[in-house]
């Protein structure tokens, strides 16, 4: 089974400053996908960013960027030019590629992003 | 268009109670996937529909909980005899199809249950 390790509970970080979320997770896959989700106070998740296993090379949204290391087996979320509309929960996930056309995710107990103004 | 909606948004039920949550996914989306997230917890997995079947109710913690999605595209999750410990979040998501690759699952608000 795999699992999802989120280690900071909270974190602050001052507007239009950049702060890094950090992930583990672990898997005897080879391939699979890993995810950021967004969880604002509505409850809604919102994908902010993607990442295929087998792809080197570290995804990016804007202002979002993932620094993927697949032997260390950690994804960890950049944010650059933090904005107070990205105070909210983090949550990392993981899919199996494995399952057939399950792609159910395993996600990790997330951290709270207070962006102060 | 219309993302995924839940009805209701918040339930309180009694103890012993049977509760129905509705998921609408996103119009021509096949997958489905339904979460429970507790307080403070991630989401977890409990059951994800591939068009009208159950094609994995792994995640579902036991036999009081149950989901039909019977023309494919309405899911609505069944809780018989709440419990104070079923109190969670519960989220659903649907993508527009399931094929092992990472497909991107869109989340409803999710409906919040309170048991007392």
């Known amino acids: 089974a795999q699992t999802v390790t989120q280690s900071q509970p909270e974190m602050s970080v001052q507007e239009a400053e950049t702060v890094t979320l950090s992930c583990t997770y672990d898997?005897?896959?080879?391939?699979?996908?890993l995810f950021w989700y967004k969880q604002p106070p509505s409850r809604q998740m919102i994908l902010v960013i993607r990442q295929e296993a087998y792809k080197q090379q570290n995804a990016t949204e804007n202002r979002f960027s993932v620094n993927f290391q697949k032997a260390a087996k950690s994804f960890s979320l950049k944010i650059s030019d933090s904005q107070l509309g990205d105070t909210a929960m983090y949550f990392c996930a993981f899919a199996s590629s494995t399952g057939g056309a399950n792609s159910k995710l395993t996600f990790g107990k997330g951290i709270t992003l207070s962006v102060r103004p | 268009g219309a993302g995924v909606s839940q009805t209701p948004s918040n339930k309180v039920t009694e103890k012993g109670k049977y509760v129905e949550l509705r998921c609408d996914p996103i119009s021509g989306h096949t997958a489905l996937y339904w979460y429970r997230q507790s307080l403070g917890q991630g989401p977890e997995f409990l059951i994800y529909?591939?068009?009208?079947?159950?094609?994995?109710d792994s995640g579902l913690p036991n036999d009081r909980f149950f989901a039909v999605r019977p023309e494919g595209s309405v899911s609505t999750l069944k809780i018989q005899r709440t419990e104070r410990g079923d109190s969670a979040v519960y989220l659903c998501?649907?993508?527009?199809?399931?094929?092992?690759?990472?497909?991107?699952?869109?989340f409803g608000p999710g409906t919040r249950l309170l048991v007392l």
């Open positions: 998501a649907s993508s527009l199809r399931a094929d092992g690759r990472g497909e991107t699952q869109y």
């Open positions: 529909f591939q068009g009208t079947g159950a094609a994995d």
């Open positions: 898997t005897s896959e080879n391939n699979y996908y």
